[in-house]
């Protein structure tokens, strides 16, 4: 798959650079990450860090971007110059600034790559580069701390997209906000109307909101909108992936050894998610080239 033309047309997007650096909650370990990483035939492993905090990420991208790639398409320690110490927490206006600059280079510069696109909040924000295994193009359209009001209002960023697949997470930080079944049930179905409205050739893929392990969210809640997102998925045609039961214990609480806090996900926790993303998104490109839509 060529993606050349992909970087050509990034490589005149440095506009972006005036976009300030958002403030958002920092929800990774709160030391720096160190990843670890060996060349085939090395005794000794080196260290690289890695960002932490969203402000740190947003300069990533931010860096990224001016460098005519998008951040999904790098290591995770790319652009170290360009974001470690960096203290400034950046605005809610701001994020939703840098998505709509990356949604527009990716509509841009497509080509015939496949492309596909995350939705959500902190969760999703935090997915890790190198999700997918191909040379597809990925979009993260995720902001921390976001509910499924504020997602489905800022949607209209992606017209110009055409995704092959859409994964959509949201719903913990609407409990957190003490909102209603009811209003993130009818937030939740304006999201589905649209991605479907705009997207109709892409597979849209509803996730179930993930257990907790926090007194402030309730998992018979969690249960119960589940049962509902389950039906709205099949009544839109969308497809419904179930993580609850991967993530739960006995308790039907979020394991220990995938979260950080009760509610953001370890390292652990992430592989998980990625490795049933991944096996979801290969079934969808099976299927399209079963029915011929891609060769």
């Known amino acids: 798959m060529n993606l050349?033309?992909?970087s050509i047309v990034l490589g005149w997007m440095l506009p972006i650079a005036q976009v300030q650096p958002p403030t958002l909650p920092y929800f990774?370990?709160?030391?720096?990450?160190?990843?670890?990483?060996a060349q085939p035939n090395e005794v000794a492993a080196t260290t690289v860090?890695?960002?932490?905090s969203a402000a740190q990420l947003y300069y990533q991208r931010?860096?990224?971007?001016?460098?005519?790639?998008?951040?999904?398409?790098?290591?995770?320690?790319?652009?170290?110059?360009a974001w470690e110490g960096v203290l400034e927490n950046p605005t809610y206006e701001q994020w939703v600034a840098l998505l709509a600059q990356e949604a527009k280079a990716i509509a841009a510069g497509q080509g015939e790559n496949r492309l596909s696109v995350t939705i959500g909040d902190s969760l999703t924000l935090w997915l890790r580069p190198g999700l997918f295994d191909d040379d597809r193009l990925w979009l993260n359209q995720s902001i921390g701390g976001e509910n499924t009001a504020k997602i489905r209002n800022r949607l209209t960023v992606?017209?110009?997209?055409?995704?092959?697949?859409?994964?959509?997470?949201?719903?913990?930080?609407d409990l957190i906000g003490g909102r209603s079944d009811e209003a993130i049930l009818t937030d939740y179905e304006e999201i589905i109307r649209q991605l479907r409205d705009h997207h109709p050739q892409a597979r849209l893929v509803v996730q179930s909101i993930l257990p907790t392990h926090h007194e402030a969210v309730s998992n018979?809640?969690?249960?119960?909108?589940?049962?509902?997102?389950?039906a709205m998925s099949q009544e839109?045609?969308?497809?419904?992936?179930?993580?609850?039961?991967?993530f739960s214990d006995e308790r039907g609480r979020l394991r220990s050894d995938l979260t950080t806090d009760g509610i953001h996900l370890s390292n652990g926790g992430y592989e998980l998610w990625q490795l049933f993303i991944r096996q979801i998104d290969y079934q969808i490109m099976l299927d399209e080239k079963r029915s011929g839509s891609i060769e």
């Open 62 to 81: 931010l860096a990224a971007l001016q460098a005519g790639t998008l951040y999904t398409r790098v290591p995770r320690n790319s652009f170290q110059p």
């Open 236 to 246: 839109f045609g969308a497809m419904y992936l179930d993580l609850y039961p991967h």
């Open 28 to 37: 990774e370990e709160s030391q720096p990450v160190v990843v670890q990483t």
């Open 49 to 52: 860090r890695v960002p932490v």
């Open 158 to 173: 992606l017209e110009e997209t055409r995704p092959n697949s859409i994964f959509v997470m949201a719903g913990v930080n």
């Open 4 to 6: 050349a033309p992909f």
């Open 220 to 230: 018979d809640r969690i249960r119960t909108l589940n049962r509902e997102l389950r």
